[in-house]
């Protein structure tokens, strides 16, 4: 059978049967055959056809996507559970934060303490905040003191698309992968030039304003991408008793770039250059202490940058190497009242060089990665500086119906010596519809510079330089049905992770004392009807501490055991419409299970109108209830707000 071109359904189906129809109706084929030919045969001849075609059209349709594997797979070929946030998605976000948008995925919660700018961050499956990875461009980002990524500090305007791994991946990305992947493609440019810019405003005083240029021939291609933010914000913390309470508005403003050129003078051969920078500073409510001991307004300057260029080359048509340099830094100062400014700097040098070649069956991937963290800190680190080496090798195909992917990595950190992981998964294919995989991967979190070295302060013990890696062990089991537009999976998971440290009174010296255990279940839906959209995520999340301390057998703090992400939407000439609904059950803000968080549900509504073929008004409502709710103890969220803007987007 012929491919069929790249087009939708309907017009594919029209052009198939122009190949059978002349002008006037009349079948095209020889006078004898046609008196032959019976309306059974031609109607079953069309509906073959048509169906071929359809499923040529879902298949073009199956998103490509390269965090599960480090290698470009189809959805459909997938041993993993894989999530991808468009560009679309991100539209329709509005003002809404980057953890947020994140926590709407299945298997994803999140806590912030405060508003924009403040600190945040995501667990996924349950896993810990600092027990998951953030890429940009596929080069890591994060801080090497706190272990975790700056989440508020990454901008919406700049992201292309992000794509989110479930499950242990240190096989594939080295420390710190218990939970899962989370990795964010900036802008690219194709096609002829296009200009695009939006701008907004919203509750609390919220401007928010980005341009861009971006376009691209087969030799070259670029975007280059600005944006800015501002927010009066609202007061951080909600607890009148509390220490740090002050009555003010807590802001945050952030300015942004981003850029990528890339040249192919062959085919084959492409050299390339990308950059991320993100500079924004936050208020929130402190205190020092000192002679009055009264709560007053702290600020945060951080800068996130991320840097690198690369070299990708058919050195044969079954081997391609590509080559990466990159840069990523996290400059963190906090202006703390009395205190000196307090400075904690992270600089991450990375060398990858990655080989994809392919085999008669499947294709192996062969790297080596280097990387060189530094720390610069007002704070008197013993060790400001490590150095990790790494070898990874992996194997992924298909074998008829069935789906195969293994990889094995070993670090060598010059801090704790060499590390071993790897993984093994197998799917079948039951059906055109239906197919299931089940894997078993291993995987670690590397100490951090403040668990291993801070200094010894306040009568307090300060670092412990002979920690181990946290460890962890994951099993899981899915099965995934896709027709047409629609697609449902249901996983299940058992995570358990070893060696968690844990930090003891009196004197909180961190020491691997810790377990948990990490199990649960996800069930999705996604589909259109015709103008309508629906989608449903639920999950069921079981945190436990197994530890032998006081705490064993309590919910890990700040985890759901149940959480729903929902959503309706609908096309109606011009307009877009879309409605979202979030439930989330109590927490615990401690391990004792002592303070409890309440559940909350929130309802959020979105619409866009197309002014003309380029231009598009758009409002966002969020939390249209006013529901008073919160992720962390004493630390407030936004009430109902709305933001409006318009948006220039060629097609």
């Not at 924004?280 to 702290?298: E, R, S």
């Amino acid at each position: 059978m012929p491919a069929f071109p790249s087009c939708p359904s309907a017009l594919l189906v029209r052009r198939l049967a122009g190949t059978l129809v002349g002008k006037r109706g009349n079948f095209i084929m020889h006078p004898n055959t046609r008196r032959a030919a019976g309306a059974a045969t031609f109607t079953a001849t069309v509906a073959a056809l048509v169906s071929t075609a359809l499923h040529a059209a879902d298949t073009q349709l199956d998103p490509i996507v390269v965090t599960a594997t480090r290698q470009a797979t189809r959805t459909n070929e997938l041993t993993s559970d894989v999530s991808v946030i468009t560009r679309e998605e991100i539209d329709q976000a509005g003002e809404t934060t980057l953890a947020q948008l994140l926590a709407r995925q299945p298997g994803i919660q999140y806590v912030a303490n405060g508003g924009a700018g403040s600190n945040s961050g995501v667990f996924i499956r349950g896993a810990n905040t600092n027990q998951s990875i953030v890429l940009i461009d596929g080069q890591r980002i994060g801080s090497a003191t706190s272990g975790s990524a700056a989440l508020s500090r990454i901008p919406l305007d700049q992201i292309e698309r992000i794509e989110i791994l479930r499950g242990p991946a240190s096989s594939l990305y080295g420390a710190d992968a218990i939970g899962g992947v989370i990795q964010i493609f900036t802008r690219r440019g194709e096609g002829p030039v296009r200009v695009n810019a939006s701008t907004g405003y919203g509750s609390y005083h919220t401007t928010d304003t980005s341009v861009g240029i971006a376009g691209g021939t087969e030799l070259l291609s670029y975007s280059v991408q600005a944006a800015y933010t501002n927010t009066d914000g609202f007061n951080a913390i909600n607890n009148k008793k509390s220490l740090f309470y002050n009555r003010d508005r807590d802001g945050y403003y952030n300015r942004n770039l981003s850029a990528s050129f890339a040249v192919r003078p062959a085919k084959g051969q492409e050299l390339g250059v990308n950059l991320l920078l993100s500079k924004g500073t936050n208020q929130y409510d402190g205190n020092d202490f000192g002679t009055l001991g009264a709560a007053q307004p702290f600020s945060n300057d951080q800068n996130v940058g991320n840097y690198s260029i690369y070299s990708r080359n058919r050195l044969h048509q079954a081997w391609t190497s590509t080559l990466r340099l990159g840069r990523s830094t996290d400059d963190s100062k906090d202006y703390i009242g009395n205190f000196r400014d307090s400075v904690f700097n992270t600089t991450m040098d990375l060398v990858s060089w990655q080989h994809d070649i392919k085999l008669p069956v499947g294709e192996a991937l062969l790297a080596y990665e280097y990387n060189r963290q530094k720390v610069s800190s007002t704070t008197d680190y013993t060790v400001t500086e490590r150095t990790i080496n790494s070898w990874l090798a992996g194997w992924n195909g298909n074998l008829d119906q069935h789906r195969l992917q293994f990889n094995l990595r070993h670090d060598d950190n010059s801090q704790f010596g060499g590390k071993s992981t790897g993984s093994a998964a197998y799917g079948y294919q039951f059906t055109p519809q239906w197919r299931a995989h089940i894997s078993y991967g291993t995987a670690f979190r590397a100490p951090t510079f403040n668990e291993l070295y801070f200094p010894a302060l306040f009568g307090f013990a300060g670092g412990n330089p002979d920690l181990k890696p946290e460890t962890a062990k994951n099993t899981e089991a899915g099965v995934n049905w896709e027709q047409g537009s629609h697609r449902a999976s249901a996983v299940v998971y058992h995570n358990q992770v070893t060696d968690l440290i844990e930090f003891r009174p009196p004197t909180f010296t961190p020491v691997n004392v810790s377990k948990a255990l990490l199990r649960g279940a996800t069930l999705t839906y996604d589909g259109r009807f015709s103008e309508w959209g629906a989608g449903v995520a639920l999950d069921f999340l079981d945190p436990r501490n197994e530890g032998n301390g006081p705490n064993k057998g309590n919910r890990l703090a700040r985890r759901a055991e149940q959480q729903m992400s929902s959503y309706l939407s609908r096309s109606l000439g011009n307009w877009d419409l879309r409605g979202e609904w979030q439930l989330l059950g109590n927490r615990y803000e401690d391990p004792a299970n002592r303070v409890r968080l309440g559940g909350y549900g929130l309802v959020n509504l979105y619409a866009d109108y197309r002014l003309q073929r380029d231009w598009v008004l758009f409002a966002r409502a969020n939390n249209i209830f006013d529901k008073d709710y919160e992720t962390a103890d004493n630390y407030a969220t936004a009430g109902a707000n709305v933001f409006v803007g318009v948006r220039y987007a060629p097609k």
